[in-house]
């Protein structure tokens, strides 16, 4: 699925209403070429807005240009409480793709996200399978 750049970065800012938004926590992984260099992880803080099954990230919350974007297609989003306290991760079917880990600020905001993410996922898979129903009538 091709997204053009430009009319999703406007459709990140404009005035449609979010599903959901809030600061989250996403970790970084840095890799050291040095063996002995165990690969240090640093946790960002930015500002998560999901609208229908896309979830773009901001470096704060007045940023007009977000600086990423996660297509919830065809993933499972999981608490992962090994990584940190109030943390889950976004991980695809796909086996070459990466996980996103986040951490929330507490666990009403972690169980609102995994309830939205998850919703994003499952609906937009609901819509894939309800086009390829009406291609196969």
Known sequence: MKLNERS????????????????????VERHHHHAHHHHAT???????????????YFEDRESREPVGLVVLEGCTVELC?????????????????????L??????AMEAWVKALS????????????ELEKQLE
């Open 8 to 27: 999703v970065a406007h459709y990140a800012t404009c005035d449609s209403p979010a599903d959901h938004a809030g600061f989250l926590r996403k970790r």
């Open 119 to 130: 919703r994003a996922s499952f609906d937009y898979m609901r819509l894939v399978v309800r």
């Open 103 to 108: 951490v929330a600020d507490g666990q009403a």
């Open 42 to 56: 640093s946790y960002q803080r930015r500002w998560f807005v999901l609208k229908g099954n896309l979830l773009f």
């Open 81 to 101: 409480e090994a990584a940190e306290e109030f943390a889950f991760a976004i991980r695809f079917d796909d086996a070459g793709a990466r996980a996103y880990v």
